[in-house]
């Protein structure tokens, strides 16, 4: 406090300057002294409440040990989940397939046959697959339709879930020569759809014997069965 008194051995001081001086040191000597009582309270008060247990460590371990039991019961749930069904696995490959667009289709003649069917091959290469439905159906009711168009017309029919109309065409497609490896295939994953694996299993076993189109996924096929039965 003796540097803040200096100014008072001024003797030359007005009363206005003295007064001044004395508010100054009154305003200095309470910030001080409201300083010490703080500081007090916070030295006596805050390592009680830094150090005050909120749960006691026998509670702690257990919230704990409920916390890991639960994570670990929906890791187990979605990690089973996650692993879809052999009729599930075909639908997924069925959905991801892609029509694709036979361009001989599209440049064959000029009659109304031939027109025809590059309007179905046209719907069915942009996922119209009623719309193509329609025009196969046309081809049908006039005893058109050759073993290419019995084949699409089953695939527009297994892309839209219609599976016993799917195999009907893709027999059909197979007593008129078409495409066996890609029909078998076709057969294969509508029966597996149907859960018909007693016509679906002897398809896929070829399929995997010959090393035909789809051999890889039949086998995919085939484990999941495995799995289903063993659980």
Same mark, same amino acid.
């Given at each position: 406090?003796?540097?803040?008194?200096?100014? =008072?051995?001024?003797?030359?001081? #007005?009363?206005?300057? $003295? $007064? +001044?001086?004395?508010?100054?040191?009154?305003?200095?000597?309470?910030?001080?002294?409201?300083?010490?009582?703080?500081?007090?309270? @916070?030295? !006596?008060? =805050?390592?009680? %409440?830094?150090?005050?247990? %909120?749960?006691?460590?026998?509670?702690? !371990?257990?919230?704990?040990?409920?916390?890991?039991?639960?994570? %670990?019961?929906?890791?187990? =749930?979605?990690?089973? *989940?996650?692993?879809? !069904?052999?009729?599930?696995?075909?639908?997924?490959?069925? =959905?991801?397939?892609?029509?694709?667009?036979?361009?001989?289709?599209?440049?064959?003649?000029?009659? *109304?046959?031939? /027109?025809?069917?590059?309007?179905? +091959?046209?719907?069915? *290469?942009?996922?119209?697959?009623?719309?193509?439905?329609?025009?196969?159906?046309?081809?049908?009711? @006039?005893?058109?339709?050759?073993? +290419?168009? &019995?084949?699409?017309?089953?695939?527009?029919?297994?892309?839209? #879930?219609?599976?016993?109309?799917?195999?009907?065409?893709? !027999?059909?497609?197979?007593?008129?020569?078409?495409?066996? $490896?890609?029909?078998?295939?076709?057969?294969?994953?509508?029966?597996? &759809? /149907?859960?018909? +694996?007693?016509?679906?299993?002897?398809?896929?076993?070829?399929?995997?014997?010959?090393?035909?189109?789809?051999?890889?996924?039949?086998?995919?096929?085939?484990?999941?069965?495995?799995? #289903?039965?063993?659980?």
């Amino acid at each position: 406090m003796i540097n803040e008194l200096d100014p =008072y051995l001024n003797n030359d001081l #007005s009363p206005e300057e $003295e $007064e +001044m001086i004395t508010q100054n040191l009154i305003q200095l000597k309470f910030e001080e002294e409201k300083k010490a009582v703080w500081r007090k309270k @916070i030295e !006596t008060d =805050y390592p009680q %409440i830094r150090g005050r247990k %909120i749960f006691s460590n026998r509670v702690l !371990t257990l919230f704990l040990l409920a916390v890991a039991v639960v994570l %670990i019961t929906a890791l187990l =749930y979605f990690t089973r *989940s996650e692993s879809p !069904t052999h009729v599930q696995f075909a639908q997924q490959l069925i =959905y991801e397939m892609e029509p694709i667009q036979d361009p001989d289709i599209l440049r064959k003649g000029t009659s *109304s046959i031939d /027109q025809k069917r590059a309007t179905a +091959m046209f719907y069915f *290469s942009n996922k119209n697959f009623k719309s193509a439905l329609k025009i196969y159906d046309e081809l049908n009711s @006039i005893k058109a339709l050759n073993k +290419m168009d &019995c084949f699409y017309k089953g695939m527009c029919h297994l892309k839209l #879930s219609n599976y016993d109309s799917a195999i009907e065409y893709y !027999t059909q497609a197979l007593e008129l020569g078409g495409p066996e $490896e890609e029909l078998n295939w076709a057969m294969a994953l509508a029966y597996t &759809c /149907q859960n018909d +694996m007693q016509q679906a299993i002897p398809l896929l076993n070829s399929i995997i014997t010959n090393n035909d189109f789809g051999a890889g996924q039949a086998r995919e096929i085939l484990a999941k069965v495995s799995e #289903s039965e063993q659980e």
